[in-house]
């Protein structure tokens, strides 16, 4: 469904051209296609099945099908996120592989081909890599047990399911063994096992570096969330990494240089400068029901002290009951018969919004909520972003794009005033459950639900059902 803070809207997208052998004219010998056949053997190096290109005797036009159909999933996805969201506008790649593929075969060289066309990123290599680390070890514990729910076991407790949550946590080797493969170095020596029914020590601390990687409160506690992500085992966390790999293939392998990228599942964004990172910093995203959405747009505006027009949703569901007292106390006035708030510390937009040019009305913009930005979970917006020290952050921009003078003028004004941008400023809203952070791989609840759509295209199995996120109750977008 479309956010709150949204006025509506229809996506529109390229859709992925379906690869079919057509009238290309190629022709196979043996070692094309033992290429071939090596390099859809190696589909799970980028969290691919092989039995989605091969099924076994396959030659001549339905091999170049299959060779065309693995060539695509790696240039543009195997699938197509506009047929899988309602929402979903931010760029794919364009690539010929028809033609590659053919220039290929006459080179006698589709190894290199095949290669060359996922993400040559560092993420996406650091997802491939545990992606096979989580194959092997759920390989090795074909059956692994989930811990039985209840009460939250607790940091020196004793429980019967401590063994289970031992063996469950050895399984994705977090306890006994440091995985090898989300920091890249060698495996430890393994632990001593946990005693049967006690919940101390090292299991205790492995349990927090799996809250850790998660994003979850590093409290030991293992219930809610915790358990859920303890009782997704290695395949789970596998499963995690070939849809997140999924998704980076869906994304142009050359943006904008001067970007922000803001990953709603996470709830961060980062901000690239000419092709340097500059910044990390939290945000609040859209509750569950109120999903930010898959979009690119740029910001063409630094607005100082907005007013904030309530959308007719909020103003329905959440404002209509209010009183005159309340209004007046948090500066409502109705004009044209929508609810409008009044510029100042009490806005919910806060002090600083950055006007987004997107026909969803989605924006980033600061918020008197502060409190949201140091908590694990940041699903508790109506859909728009909210940015931790957004004043700071319209600052940089501002002194960055030259327009430094303006926006301090706009801001000592203390009332609504409109700071164009000299160029606008590409943000990309992505949402990526795993993901690098440039020294393990980290995991994240999949809070709107929108993995298992993409796993269901992969022919994968449906995930684990995280713990509902408790609302905010604010009114802010």
Same mark, same amino acid.
């Given at each position: 469904?479309?956010?709150?803070?949204?006025? @509506?809207? /229809?996506?529109?997208?390229?859709?992925?051209?379906?690869?079919?052998?057509? #009238?290309?004219?190629?022709? *196979?010998?043996?070692?094309?296609?033992?290429?071939?056949?090596?390099?859809?053997?190696?589909?799970?190096?980028?969290?691919?099945?092989?039995?989605?290109?091969?099924? @076994?005797?396959?030659?001549?036009?339905?091999?170049?099908?299959? @060779?065309?159909?693995?060539?695509?999933?790696?240039?543009?996805?195997?699938?197509?996120?506009?047929?899988?969201?309602?929402?979903?506008?931010?760029?794919?790649?364009? %690539?010929?592989?028809?033609?590659?593929?053919?220039?290929?075969?006459?080179?006698?060289?589709?190894?290199?081909?095949?290669?060359?066309?996922?993400?040559?990123?560092?993420?996406?290599?650091?997802?491939?890599?545990?992606?096979?680390?989580?194959? =092997?070890?759920?390989? =090795?514990?074909?059956?692994?047990?989930?811990?039985?729910?209840?009460?939250?076991?607790?940091?020196?407790?004793?429980?019967?399911?401590?063994?289970?949550?031992?063996?469950?946590?050895?399984?994705?080797?977090?306890?006994?063994?440091?995985?090898?493969?989300? /920091?890249?170095?060698?495996?430890?020596?393994? $632990?001593?096992?946990?005693?049967?029914?006690?919940? /101390?020590? =090292?299991?205790?601390?492995?349990?927090?570096?799996?809250?850790?990687?998660?994003?979850?409160?590093?409290?030991?506690?293992?219930?809610?969330?915790?358990?859920?992500?303890?009782?997704?085992?290695?395949?789970?966390?596998?499963?995690?990494?070939?849809?997140?790999?999924?998704?980076?293939?869906?994304?142009?392998?050359?943006?904008?240089?001067?970007?922000?990228?803001?990953?709603?599942?996470?709830?961060?964004?980062?901000? *690239?400068?000419?092709?340097?990172?500059?910044?990390?910093?939290?945000?609040?995203?859209? +509750?569950? #029901?109120?999903?930010?959405?898959?979009?690119?747009?740029?910001?063409?505006?630094? !607005?100082?002290?907005?007013? *904030?027009?309530?959308?007719?949703?909020?103003?329905? &569901?959440?404002?209509?009951?209010?009183?005159?007292?309340?209004?007046?106390?948090?500066?409502?006035?109705? &004009?044209? @018969?929508?609810?409008? =708030? $009044?510029?100042?510390? &009490?806005?919910?937009?806060?002090?600083?919004?950055?006007?987004?040019?997107?026909?969803?009305?989605?924006?980033?913009?600061?918020?008197?909520?502060?409190?949201?930005?140091?908590?694990?979970?940041?699903?508790? /917006?109506?859909?728009? !972003?909210?940015?931790?020290?957004?004043?700071?952050?319209?600052?940089?921009?501002?002194?960055? +794009?030259?327009?430094?003078?303006?926006?301090?003028?706009?801001?000592?004004?203390?009332?609504?005033?409109?700071?164009?941008?000299?160029?606008?400023?590409?943000?990309?809203?992505?949402?990526?459950?795993?993901? *690098?952070?440039?020294?393990?791989?980290?995991?994240?609840?999949?809070?709107?639900?929108?993995?298992?759509?993409?796993?269901?295209?992969?022919?994968? %199995?449906?995930?684990?059902?995280?713990?509902?996120?408790?609302?905010?109750?604010?009114?802010?977008?």
């Amino acid at each position: 469904m479309l956010p709150a803070c949204s006025q @509506g809207g /229809s996506s529109s997208n390229q859709a992925t051209n379906a690869a079919g052998p057509g #009238d290309l004219q190629v022709e *196979w010998n043996g070692k094309l296609e033992k290429q071939l056949r090596e390099a859809i053997a190696n589909a799970p190096a980028n969290g691919l099945k092989p039995d989605l290109f091969l099924k @076994g005797g396959e030659q001549g036009a339905a091999l170049t099908e299959a @060779g065309l159909r693995y060539a695509q999933a790696l240039a543009q996805g195997y699938s197509d996120p506009t047929k899988i969201f309602p929402i979903y506008t931010i760029p794919r790649p364009s %690539v010929d592989v028809r033609q590659g593929f053919q220039q290929a075969m006459q080179k006698g060289d589709l190894t290199s081909f095949f290669n060359s066309l996922a993400p040559q990123t560092d993420e996406y290599k650091a997802l491939s890599q545990a992606h096979l680390h989580y194959l =092997q070890l759920a390989t =090795q514990h074909q059956n692994f047990q989930p811990v039985p729910d209840g009460d939250p076991i607790k940091p020196g407790s004793h429980d019967s399911r401590v063994a289970a949550l031992a063996a469950a946590l050895t399984a994705m080797g977090y306890y006994g063994a440091q995985p090898a493969a989300p /920091s890249g170095k060698k495996a430890q020596p393994a $632990a001593p096992a946990a005693p049967a029914t006690s919940y /101390s020590g =090292q299991l205790v601390a492995a349990v927090k570096q799996l809250q850790s990687d998660f994003g979850l409160k590093p409290d030991g506690i293992v219930g809610g969330n915790t358990l859920d992500a303890v009782n997704l085992g290695p395949a789970g966390l596998a499963r995690e990494a070939a849809i997140a790999m999924e998704r980076l293939r869906w994304m142009e392998r050359t943006p904008p240089q001067t970007r922000i990228d803001v990953n709603t599942a996470a709830t961060f964004l980062d901000y *690239w400068r000419d092709g340097k990172h500059m910044d990390r910093r939290n945000v609040v995203a859209g +509750e569950p #029901d109120k999903q930010t959405p898959q979009i690119q747009a740029p910001i063409v505006n630094l !607005v100082a002290y907005p007013t *904030w027009t309530v959308p007719k949703s909020i103003a329905e &569901k959440e404002i209509a009951s209010k009183g005159s007292g309340w209004l007046a106390a948090n500066n409502f006035t109705m &004009k044209d @018969g929508m609810y409008v =708030q $009044a510029s100042g510390p &009490k806005n919910s937009l806060g002090i600083v919004k950055f006007d987004m040019d997107d026909k969803y009305a989605i924006y980033l913009h600061d918020t008197p909520a502060k409190a949201l930005f140091s908590m694990p979970e940041r699903h508790r /917006s109506h859909g728009c !972003v909210r940015v931790q020290d957004a004043v700071a952050f319209a600052n940089a921009i501002a002194s960055e +794009e030259g327009v430094q003078d303006q926006f301090q003028k706009a801001m000592a004004a203390q009332k609504e005033g409109f700071v164009k941008l000299p160029k606008p400023i590409t943000v990309r809203l992505l949402y990526q459950t795993a993901f *690098w952070d440039g020294s393990r791989v980290q995991f994240r609840p999949d809070v709107y639900g929108w993995d298992d759509n993409v796993a269901a295209a992969l022919g994968l %199995v449906r995930g684990v059902k995280w713990q509902p996120v408790q609302q905010s109750g604010d009114i802010g977008p």
